[in-house]
């Protein structure tokens, strides 16, 4: 596994992390879901970014 689909892991589990514990404290906080949901979002894009990097070095090491 190279370092790119590494990282492109971990930004998808803090994403989702961050989603579900937003939910969570919403009776806590009053803007915890908005924060958790936007903070997931840019993490998803994050490990979207790092997918893509991924697969770009892949095939630039079979061809």
Do not use: C, D, Q
Request: charged share 10%.
């Amino acid at each position: 596994m190279n370092k790119y689909r590494g990282y492109a892991m971990i930004s998808g589990f803090l994403g989702a992390f961050l989603i579900a514990t937003g939910m969570m404290l919403k009776n806590i906080v009053t803007f915890s879901p908005s924060i958790g949901w936007i903070g997931g979002a840019v993490l998803f894009f994050v490990a979207a970014f790092f997918t893509i990097k991924s697969n770009k070095r892949n095939v630039e090491m079979t061809s």
